[in-house]
């Protein structure tokens, strides 16, 4: 891990930037401009600018100026597995914004019985004084009771939440069942928020384990054996068919398999608002690692559901992603090092899930993305930062470049390459599982709310410079519609008009 931070002269509020005649590409089209920003706000876009002396300038010809990557689903120091997440608020968004993400959303995670919005301040005073980017927080619903409800509608108005989820998996842990998961869904409804929600069937994950170990399986490739595909899938059908009956807005976290990208899919075909996540370990790497003859790295590759070992499998998740069957990445970036991981070396089901990726995002989504030629810089755009800022009801402050969003943005080569390695990246991890992957696209600057926090590889980060993001609910991207399909709906529950029955009917004991 490399150890460079320290402050940059442009950190002073009132601090003026001009990035000088990039190729400003947005979700929607690209143009060659200007963009001048002043405390934190982007107030000028347009070819050869006039701005104030002593207004610094960053060159960006022949380069692409960006909206900065939002990441939807990362899990700083979170408390897991008998162990915490080895990259907490600082050391990840330090890595985030060393490669071009600008902004997080975390998930505040009660343990069963806790109140959501104990756990909720507490998340808050964990990442406020950390943070180098701005974040927000999810809030899970890991049980459900009416405080539960109650706590969710606090949260919602009081609080900047708009978005709950819920597991289907880790049984015992956050596990809801399905009549839990309806009410917790139709209520998330009412408030105008959006769930997301962990696919799998965690009954038949935890058959799965004991059958697994009963065979004599104790690796990491056991943690794969004992959750197939089908898992995802059965459990992604029914979070949406759950949803569509509730006529909730539903986000599926952590799209690993060919079978539940085709449901989610599938879902949006029909017209129903559902949105998959696709992550930057699925789309970069395939899930044979956990096969890997040297348990550390396999074990590093352990996460849930499982990174699937079919080889098609990140091709074909990029094919959805370029054509709209998905519509995000994230990273679920949730770190643990070999020490952490040895929890489970005798037992593939006590290894601490999860993986690396928010450095790494942008990098992985360009080269397999871009650079392979399924989809252009707009997409890309879209895909890393535009369309998570609409489905959380961020934009246009976040994922965009215009007058009055926030000065959060990304130069970048898209012709640089460079080799991702544990030993040049920023995250307190000690592996990556992209090691030696070269990729085209680098970022060469990123701003943050009007600073400059990254230049050529320098940090220039402030722990607690980032700041809390509050979101309202009933966002028009996502309510709009869904007000329109309720008065569909309610037309369509329409009786027939019949007289009453007037024959005899037998008699009940
Ligand atoms: O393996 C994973 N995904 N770890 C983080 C927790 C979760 O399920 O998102
Ligand atoms: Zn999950
Ligand atoms: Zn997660």
Not at 359 to 387: I, P, Q
Request: aromatic content about 8%; glycine content about 10%.
């Amino acid at each position: 891990m490399r150890e460079w931070s320290r402050i940059s002269p442009s950190m002073e509020p009132g601090s003026r930037l001009l990035i000088r005649g990039g190729r400003v590409a947005n979700a929607d089209y690209s143009r060659t401009a200007d963009v001048y920003v002043e405390d934190g706000v982007i107030r000028n876009v347009g070819p050869s600018l006039d701005v104030p002396g002593g207004t610094r300038v960053l060159d960006a010809r022949g380069k692409l100026v960006i909206p900065g990557g939002i990441d939807p689903h990362t899990h700083m120091q979170l408390p897991f597995m008998g162990t915490r997440s080895i990259d907490d608020f600082h050391l990840g968004t330090r890595a985030a914004v060393a490669g071009g993400t600008t902004m997080v959303l975390d998930f505040a995670l009660p343990v069963r019985g806790e109140s959501l919005l104990d756990a909720y301040r507490r998340w808050r005073s964990w990442a406020d004084p950390k943070v180098c980017c701005d974040y927000s927080l999810h809030v899970g619903v890991t049980w459900w009771s009416p405080q539960v409800g109650e706590e969710m509608a606090e949260l919602t108005k009081h609080h900047g939440v708009n978005s709950f989820k819920i597991f289907m998996a880790y049984k015992d842990v956050f596990m809801l069942r399905d009549p839990e998961m309806c009410a917790a869904i139709r209520h998330c409804k009412a408030l105008g928020g959006l769930v997301l929600v962990h696919a799998e069937n965690g009954d038949m994950v935890s058959e799965g384990v004991k059958e697994v170990l009963a065979c004599g399986v104790t690796g990491p490739e056991g943690h794969t054996l004992s959750r197939p595909a089908e898992l995802e899938a059965e459990a992604t059908g029914r979070a949406v068919a759950i949803a569509s009956q509730a006529g909730c807005p539903l986000y599926v976290v952590h799209v690993m398999s060919h079978e539940a990208a085709d449901v989610v899919t599938a879902a949006r075909k029909k017209g129903q608002i559902v949105f998959g996540e696709a992550l930057a370990a699925g789309l970069g790497v395939d899930g044979t690692h956990c096969w890997h003859k040297d348990w550390r790295h396999a074990a590093a590759y352990v996460m849930s559901p499982p990174i699937r070992p079919d080889p098609s499998t990140p091709a074909h998740l990029m094919d959805l992603l370029a054509n709209d069957g998905l519509s995000v990445t994230a990273t679920d970036n949730c770190t643990f090092t070999g020490e952490q991981k040895a929890l489970g070396k005798d037992d593939f089901s006590k290894i601490p899930n999860g993986v690396n990726g928010l450095e790494d995002r942008l990098s992985v989504v360009w080269e397999k993305g871009v650079y392979s030629g399924k989809m252009d810089e707009n997409r890309f755009v879209a895909v890393t930062s535009t369309t998570a800022a609409k489905i959380f009801n961020l934009y246009p402050r976040k994922g965009h470049i215009a007058v009055g969003s926030d000065a959060d943005i990304v130069i970048w080569d898209p012709h640089m390459t460079r080799t991702i390695s544990a030993k040049t990246h920023h995250h307190a991890v000690d592996f990556n599982i992209f090691e030696g992957m070269e990729c085209h696209g680098v970022p060469l600057v990123t701003v943050a709310g009007g600073r400059v926090v990254c230049e050529n590889g320098q940090l220039f980060v402030q722990p607690g410079a980032g700041k809390y993001i509050p979101r309202t609910c009933f966002g028009d991207f996502l309510y709009q519609r869904v007000r329109q399909m309720d008065i569909v709906r309610v037309n369509q529950h329409v009786g027939v008009c019949r007289q009453p029955y007037s024959g005899p009917v037998v008699s009940v004991p």
